[in-house]
């Protein structure tokens, strides 16, 4: 499991740091991996609260050019997120589509050969 606090701590002391975007990611990246066991869209126990904290981070990280960003990995997250959203009725099913096709079609056209593309489709049906 990942140490969550050391993200947090780094975002908390000074979120203006050249670093920022990449330890926003990783407590993203982190929090996600570690959140599910076979299913993401059934976490062990995320809260609402940790869940919209995780849709602002990847929402905030799309348009990030840092290298050490994934932006496959940033949608990919962000699509399931919004799925769990849509599962736990924080997001309005009509609205987590769009957002969940937006993505899709982002992922088509940026990473065509993903197998993260693939495993989003999947778990949309």
Do not use: C, W
């Amino acid at each position: 499991l990942a140490h969550l606090q050391k993200y947090r701590e780094a975002i908390r002391l000074d979120p203006k740091a050249p670093y920022i975007e990449h330890a926003r990611y990783m407590l993203l990246k982190s929090h996600f991996y570690d959140s599910f066991s076979d299913n993401p869209l059934t976490p062990f126990s995320q809260t609402k609260e940790e869940l919209n904290e995780m849709i602002g981070l990847a929402e905030g990280l799309l348009k990030s050019k840092n290298s050490a960003v994934s932006g496959e990995e940033v949608r990919f997250i962000l699509g399931i997120h919004y799925l769990q959203a849509m599962n736990q009725q924080l997001l309005n099913k009509d609205d987590g589509q769009k957002k969940v096709k937006k993505l899709v079609q982002e992922l088509h056209k940026e990473y065509p050969q993903s197998l993260k593309l693939l495993t989003l489709e999947s778990l949309m049906q």
